[in-house]
């Protein structure tokens, strides 16, 4: 099994950057493709972005392209989230999940506890 844990949330101005983190543990944790998403208060969960397991084909959502930027290293065992040009609709809280579909799966081997990211105008 896969567990993750999310961190590098926090309150940011409007424009600004944020980089999160999901660190993975586990004998398999490499060979999952891994996943971010986000859900706003009163809202669905969202998918966000996608990264194969060999770390190739990046998925974005629309909402998200050109400002944000996923990519992992298994060296390390974390996937990160760059985000870049932060907007008030980004607030949300942020999670990673593991799964073996791509870009997204049916259902997820593990999901992280989730990161508040509040940007302000």
């Known amino acids: 099994q896969v567990q993750l844990v999310e961190s590098g949330g926090g309150l940011v101005q409007a424009g600004g950057s944020l980089r999160l983190s999901c660190a993975a543990s586990?004998?398999?944790?490499?060979?999952?493709?891994m996943n971010w998403f986000r859900q706003a208060t009163g809202k669905e969960r969202e998918p966000i972005a996608a990264?194969?397991?060999?770390?190739?084909?990046?998925y974005y959502a629309d909402s998200v392209k050109g400002r944000f930027t996923i990519s992992r290293d298994d060296a390390k065992n974390t996937v990160y989230l760059q985000m870049n040009s932060l907007k008030p609709e980004d607030t949300a809280v942020y999670y990673c999940?593991?799964?073996?579909?791509?870009?997204?799966?049916?259902?997820?081997?593990?999901w992280g506890q989730g990161t508040q990211v509040t940007v302000s105008s």
């Open positions: 586990g004998r398999t944790s490499s060979a999952y493709n």
């Open positions: 990264i194969t397991w060999r770390g190739t084909s990046p």
């Open positions: 999940a593991a799964g073996r579909g791509y870009p997204f799966s049916d259902t997820y081997e593990s």
